[in-house]
């Protein structure tokens, strides 16, 4: 993969605005106030198929030669992001089949099946669901649509400033001193929480985890950044 920049964040950002919900960005003085910080909550829970999974099935689908939506796409996912493509798909009257794990919330299975895509359940403790989506993109021709590891995917989170993804589960804090040019971002790793730190100027980057929840992994982060 080429080198990735801003210019295709940017790029994607154009892309995409006018196909989606903008979604609220809000913020809250308790967490401000415990934090000593202006943190941003990003309501990606908010949009069309409930994750910032679209963003990503958006900007991908629609770079997409004809001759590539006529044949059809893959794609592999817990839920979100098969929710994503399903829903992009049919707003291009693309087929679309989805791999999902028979374990997969129910709600998430129903949710793909309503935006029209084929659902293939697979068991994920004898089957790898990268090999059945190769399978299918080789014997009909599909496009694979990956759920992180894509430019396209990637950059769909794209906007002319910095921006703050966030779902449900992860969101950021950036200085509002832009020469200083530091962010740390949340994130959930099952019962642990994962916060990194990076500061631009010293190109540092430091993750911090904590089982003692956000505001002491966040603390260590902020402190790093300092």
């Not at 960005?25 to 829970?45: A, C, M, R």
């Not at 703050?164 to 804090?173: H, L, M, T, V």
Request: proline share 2%.
């Amino acid at each position: 993969m080429s080198k990735f920049n801003y210019v295709e964040i940017e790029a994607a950002y154009e892309n995409i605005k006018h196909k989606l919900i903008k979604t609220p960005l809000i913020t809250n003085d308790y967490i401000n106030e415990i934090l000593d910080s202006k943190v941003y909550f990003k309501l990606e829970n908010l949009q069309t198929t409930g994750s910032f999974k679209l963003r990503g099935a958006t900007n991908k689908i629609s770079k997409l030669t004809e001759e590539q939506k006529l044949a059809g796409l893959v794609a592999y996912s817990s839920g979100n992001h098969a929710q994503a493509v399903g829903f992009a798909s049919m707003q291009e009257n693309i087929s679309a089949k989805i791999i999902m794990p028979n374990n997969a919330p129910k709600i998430k299975i129903d949710n793909t099946h309503k935006y029209k895509a084929e659902v293939i359940l697979y068991d994920p403790e004898k089957e790898i669901r990268e090999d059945i989506g190769k399978e299918i993109a080789r014997n009909e021709n599909r496009t694979i649509i990956k759920p992180y590891d894509d430019y396209d995917i990637i950059a769909r989170s794209g906007k002319k400033k910095y921006k703050f993804d966030i779902s449900q589960e992860n969101f950021a804090w950036m200085t509002d001193n832009k020469k200083e040019k530091k962010m740390i971002k949340t994130m959930k790793k099952g019962s642990r929480i994962m916060v990194t730190g990076y500061n631009q100027e010293n190109s540092q980057t430091i993750d911090h985890y904590s089982l003692l929840g956000f505001t002491k992994a966040y603390t260590a982060a902020k402190k790093n950044c300092s």
